[in-house]
């Protein structure tokens, strides 16, 4: 794939999969690089540009590969290397790019490094490429009190080589995750060495995970502030200003990848859970990442007034440093919207994670039709969209996991409190009547499928009408074909305040997008062509409740 000279990013539709769980080839439960390979023609014929892959590196899986203990290599669960070469091939052959995980914030505690750490003694060369510290009241204190954000405190005690009770070490998230120390050259080089080792295999870009997080403060100072709900300019170890720098340089090397020139053809994604959209903007500045996940808009209730604050607020803020934004509603860290959207909505932002069978149990049909909709207005959308395996099945979460199935950290780390993000982590039905709904060969998925994810599969809606996945391939043919997504939006005045009304015109076309928030039904202005409807409408009928239209007016 040559450049394009078009910054082909700007517009692109993402398609992220969740290697462990989109398609097993060996049988043995967990997905691979060789079953993905074999489903890339889904994606094709789906509509989107580039499908992002996380982590599939060599990994003792604790935190499902976030983890990751060589970087340069695949796990033998995943495959190897070969394999990972075949998918690439498979997907630029069917016009799709490729972006992977880097994992930059931490390692797996199986790192070499990390080893050579534990053995090494305390101000040793070894011990500097992590967060090493003594701890206070002569040793047995942490450092500081920082909390993991998977529960429990962020800093372990080790056991010194001469076996007495030692040094601490930061972790953000799991034990098994200790954070790298971004101060010392070694590991920014190292990093660096990698980013050049994936480009070289030809992958077009990076997610870059916790992108946020790599610069602490100073000293390491207490946190004063709630470090997960307040702003994270208030919090040392979030969004400190030395990240900028790093990006900075890892745009230099993307650059240096360009073909005959063409700006910017690799590029950068940045998970970043800062607010706010100020603070987020200065990670898509010209000289530093390509985007950044638009996070504000996924904790965005599905109420109207809200919606078009967010919608008109990441505009304006990504528009004034020349960046595309990007939006998304569902990943692999939060609940699916289609069942997020299912309870009631109140106003604010909401980071919902883990649903449990104990918990009240989201309204599925609701959730659907609503899931629906949101999805239709974030097509319609100028920028870049990314979207999370499955969504274009409308598969929910698995809110009825049982406990001991569970696997993420989460979990087991706050003592249940949390459910954790294994809900949304489901592996995917492909085909109603086979095992493990076409996962794979073998009838036992690492988590269970719930009996709802038959009928979703991904067989029996293929052509038919009115499915959600014919209406995802409805709206990015139609989004590709009007160039939306590098078009200018223009909210419609004369509707009521429940509604979200607006037009997206570009160079191709235009569309007039209503979508109906209110719980009255909205006649359509007379002689208008339905493009498409997030559910089936009959001519002349009236817009339902939680459904959204593209129309030619
Ligand atoms: C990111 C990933 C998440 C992972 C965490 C630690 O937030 O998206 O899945 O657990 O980083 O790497």
Redesign the pocket.
Known sequence: MAGSGEQWWRDAVIYQVYPRSWADSDGDGIGDLPGITTRLPHLADLGVDAVWLSPFYTSPQR??G??VADYRDVDPVFGDLAAFDALMARAHELGLRVIVDI?P??SSSDHAWFKAALASKPGSAERARYIFRDGGDGGEQPPNNWQS?FGGPAWTRVTEPDGTPGQWYLHL?DTS?PDFDWTNAEVRGELEDVLRFWLDRGVDGFRI??AHGLVKADGLPDSEHDQWSEPTALAPMWDQPGVHDIYGSWRRITDSYAVDGEDADRILCA?AWVLPAEALARYVRHDELHQSFNFEYLMTPWLADDQRRTITHSLAQAEAVGAPQTWVLS???VVRHASRLGYPQQPGLHRVEGIGADDQQPDAELGLRRARAATAVMLALPGSAYLFQGEELGLPEATQLPDESRQDPTFARTGGASKG?DGCRVPVPWEADAPSYGFGPGDQPWLPQPPEYGPLAADPQRGVLGSTLELYRTLLALRHALRLGRGNLTWLDGFPDTVLAFAVTSAAGEVTVLANLGDQPLALPDGTTVLASSQPLEPGAPLGTDETVWLHL
């Open positions: 935190d499902a976030y983890d994992v914030n931490h954000l998230f995750q995970d916790v998970e990943n692999h860290d993000r």
